[in-house]
């Protein structure tokens, strides 16, 4: 669900998801069981709730044959099924995944007041989570005297936060740390 959202199966083959379908994953991924009500509601807004409803339960039957695989389950409460994983945890993720795009790629919910504000603030979050794990790896190459790893991953939160005094103070004190005073004298300029 970041970046271009896909299915990817345990092969490693690919599906794209449309854009109600990644919504509905991620809601499920990041908030758990949810009432069939309210996910019908922040999908289908301006249908009556009976037709809200209908237009779910179409949508899970789809994607259950698009993947082959149950991925989520259905009652009162929709969850994901059991053995569904996210990429949306990012600890312990790889840095090509941290890197790699914003939640839900560049798919806009502006016609669902609820979920675009649901979205909003979830995308806010993941950009929080992919900062304080891209530090904590740039900290840990650092340990390990890796200093050109810990610039790459420093320079990427610098981008995303360009006026965070304490990023820019690191950025810094990397480049001189491996000798380039220059480029620390440049970040510091930039900055």
């Known amino acids: 669900l970041i ?16 854009r109600k379908d990644a919504a509905m994953l991620a809601v499920l991924a990041l908030d758990g069981a949810t009432a069939r009500d309210t996910l019908a509601a922040m999908l289908w807004p301006d249908v009556a709730l009976k037709t809200a409803n209908v237009s779910l339960r179409q949508r899970v039957f789809r994607l259950r044959k698009r993947s082959g695989h149950e991925l989520v389950r259905t009652g009162e409460a929709i969850a994901l099924a059991d053995g569904v994983a996210a990429d949306l945890t990012a600890a312990g993720a790889p840095a090509e995944t941290l890197l790699s795009g914003e939640l839900l790629g560049g798919f806009s919910y502006a016609d669902c007041a609820t979920l675009a504000d649901w979205v909003r603030l979830q995308r806010e979050r993941w950009r929080a989570r992919r900062r304080d794990a891209l530090t904590a790896a740039a900290s840990g190459h650092e340990a390990r005297g890796e200093l050109a790893r810990a610039i790459e991953l ?38």
């Open 3 to 18: 970046g271009t959202p896909a299915l990817v199966a345990a092969g490693g083959s690919s599906v794209p998801l449309e």
């Open 154 to 191: 420093t320079q990427h939160v610098v981008a995303e936060e360009p006026l965070s005094e304490h990023v820019q103070r690191r950025l810094m004190r990397l480049h001189y740390l491996r000798g380039d005073r220059a480029a620390a004298l440049q970040a510091f300029e930039s900055f």
